[in-house]
């Protein structure tokens, strides 16, 4: 079976309209989002509507959850005062332009979908504000797919896409008890991290939005680059009164992650 | 004081006259002034020079009667010419007094005002056209303190022209973490990073030494460029905060 999994919309609706008919002519047969519906962009209702009406099964992104709960934030998600400052107005923007349904829908999303052996989550299994990052110490990274069950592992949150190969592993613990000494070794499969990257607010130096295609018959993962009239999502950026450096930066495929690119942060949140 | 003790250099943005003045600084043991008039609170120029050559004395705005005491005692003098100060009247300032005219200009620029106006031509870097429309924007930052992360990201800004085509950019700047850095920037040629001033590290309170930032350029968005500015500044409490975090880094080590 195809399937087809997107991330990180971020209340770009040209983008997901465009990643939808991509989808149609890929001919995949289902589709899974992995949260981040709004933030940054203008059009955060129209998203949330959409994703609900198609009934795509979705996680939670950080801003989903953070629009219900408040922002209660680790440091990795404000690369600088700079950014935390304007990723404070997206949030209070994003505020006022959401309808209840759309807070009630947010509130509901899960932490984790499950398919078959593949789980889907925005940042890792552990939280949807930590970034799986390429460079992720194999052994952290091997724990992440591990803790879920599952061999193929998808995630987003980064805004670059990536896949990653765990070769078959073998993982050794030794336990010390009382005068007795343990020592159990687990040998794992081939284990797949999948980041789809970003529909909406792409982070590889172009605009265009990525999401990927999951053949489950082959396990082949291909990238899809979706280009879009971006500059609409722009010009709405500054006619609806966000920053108009969104707009800059979102024609440059400049989301704001600098801190996560810190392989070794892991998130305390 | 011999005929060549004043030396007034001119020319457009970014073409290199304090650069000029400074290869001279390093190469003079006599006694040695610097002044470039119309920089107000915005003294760029006199703080690096100030901070690089501490023999050097260095004059702002209003101290003209003291560059003239300087003058009569022996010191020679570079009076450096901004690039929007009107030729004419720099003329009529400096009326008869015996001095050199050095016009640094890319040599890309033929037959300008300052060929006309140079005794002495050398070839510099900076704008290719002549600046025309542009407008000159600058901010006094005495007391702020800047986060790192956010002026890397406010400078890529600005240099990748998010807030409009930039001509030519200067800021002296004090870091959250204490030190004072100076940056520059002409299209094609310098502006992907800092240079710290040897000045001693502020741990404690706000900084008290200049800082200021000038930018240069057609149609800038000053209201966005100043809300940036001042979202890349420290707060009160955060830069407590930051300080107490560095001193008790540095009680580690």
């Not at chain 1, 890929?26 to 059009?43: M, N, R, S, T, W």
């Not at chain 1, 291909?222 to 879009?228: G, I, K, P």
């Not at chain 2, 404690?204 to 030494?209: A, F, S």
Request: with cysteine; proline share 6%; glycine share 8%.
């Amino acid at each position: 079976m195809k399937i087809a999994v997107m991330s990180c919309i971020h209340g770009n609706y040209e983008a997901l309209d465009a990643v939808l008919l991509d989808i149609d002519d890929q001919k995949a047969e289902k589709i899974f989002c992995l949260g981040d519906l709004v933030g940054y962009g203008p059009f955060p209702h129209a998203v949330v509507e959409q994703i609900r009406s198609l009934d795509i099964p979705t996680c939670q992104g950080c801003w989903d959850e953070d629009i219900v709960e408040g922002l209660n934030a680790c440091e990795c998600s404000y690369p600088s005062l700079l950014a935390e400052k304007r990723s404070k107005l997206a949030h209070e923007w994003t505020q006022q332009h959401l309808y209840p349904e759309d807070r009630e829908f947010l509130a509901e999303l899960p932490h984790t979908v499950r398919e078959e052996n593949l789980c889907f989550v925005h940042g890792s299994p552990h939280s949807n504000h930590e970034y799986l990052l390429p460079e992720l110490d194999a052994f952290l990274a091997l724990e992440r797919v591990l803790s879920t069950n599952a061999d193929v592992l998808f995630c987003g949150h980064t805004h670059v896409p990536y896949i990653r190969t765990l070769d078959a592993s073998q993982l050794e613990i030794k336990v010390k008890y009382g005068e007795g000494k343990k020592s159990l070794s687990f040998t794992t499969p081939l284990k797949k991290i999948v980041n789809v990257g970003s529909v909406g607010e792409p982070r590889h130096g172009r605009p265009n939005a990525t999401y990927v295609i999951y053949n489950s018959e082959t396990e082949e993962v291909t990238l899809r680059e979706v280009e879009y009239d971006y500059q609409k999502t722009c010009a709405a950026i500054i006619e609806k009164g966000l920053p108009a450096i969104f707009a800059w930066r979102l024609a440059r495929g400049l989301e704001y992650a600098e801190r996560a690119d810190d392989p070794t942060h892991v998130c305390e949140r | 004081m011999s005929k060549s003790a004043i030396t007034l250099v001119a020319g457009p943005p970014g073409a290199g006259k304090t650069t000029w003045i400074r290869h001279h600084l390093d190469d003079t043991s006599n006694p040695v002034v610097y002044f470039s008039p119309g920089n107000g609170n915005v003294p760029i120029d006199q703080t690096i020079i100030a901070a690089e050559f501490p023999q050097c004395q260095t004059l702002t705005d209003g101290q003209e009667l003291e560059l003239a005491k300087l003058l009569a005692d022996g010191y020679s003098a570079y009076i450096e010419i901004g690039f929007y100060l009107e030729l004419s009247e720099i003329d009529k300032l400096i009326g008869d007094i015996p001095h050199h005219r050095v016009a640094v200009v890319s040599s890309k620029l033929k037959n300008t005002e300052w060929h006309e106006w140079a005794n002495e031509i050398i070839p510099g870097g900076g704008a290719e056209t002549l600046p025309s429309t542009s407008q000159l924007w600058r901010v006094p930052m005495t007391g702020q303190a800047i986060d790192p992360d956010s002026l890397n990201a406010f400078w890529y800004e600005l240099i990748q022209e998010a807030y409009g085509q930039v001509e030519r950019a200067k800021a002296i700047l004090n870091l959250a973490d204490g030190r004072c850095i100076y940056g520059e920037f002409t299209p094609g040629i310098q502006g992907d990073s800092f240079i710290e001033l040897t000045l001693p590290r502020l741990l404690e309170g706000r900084p008290e030494g200049f800082s200021g930032l000038e930018i240069f350029g057609p149609n800038l968005d000053q209201k966005s460029l100043a809300q940036t500015i001042k979202d890349c500044c420290l707060s009160d409490t955060e830069l407590q905060h930051y300080q107490q975090q560095m001193s008790q880094q540095f009680e580690e080590i």
